[in-house]
């Protein structure tokens, strides 16, 4: 298995949102509305920033309060990290956009 995908693979990382132009709680809701999230793992060199497909039925957003920037989301959703299919999980808190997050390598 792929170097990265093993070590991102084992325990929880600090992660964050990826947004541009602009870091805002409602920057971050345009994203998730469109299906797509970039999370950040920010603990590898130079941070590794992964476009992730969301899952709407696997991730939450319930108990989030874009419009004060409060609450967490569960974000759930897959992608190719380095020819290897992977499922991002990531648990973001909106007042900092910063959180924790793990991926999990998909059986093909």
């Not at 992660?15 to 999370?39: C, M, N, Q, W």
């Not at 920010?42 to 709407?56: E, F, H, S, Y």
């Not at 004060?68 to 897959?78: E, I, M, P, S, Y």
């Amino acid at each position: 298995m792929n170097e990265l995908v093993q070590r991102l693979s084992q325990g929880e990382h600090p992660v964050e949102a990826s947004l541009r132009p602009e870091k805002t709680a409602t920057a971050f809701k345009e994203s998730i509305d469109r299906g797509y999230v970039h999370i950040k793992f920010t603990n590898t060199k130079g941070g590794t920033d992964l476009a992730v497909r969301l899952d709407p039925k696997a991730s939450n957003w319930s108990e989030a309060d874009f419009e004060h920037q409060k609450g967490k989301v569960h974000l759930v959703g897959d992608l190719t990290l380095n020819y290897v299919k992977v499922r991002c999980m990531a648990d973001i808190d909106l007042a900092t956009l910063e959180g924790k997050g793990r991926l999990e390598p998909v059986e093909q």
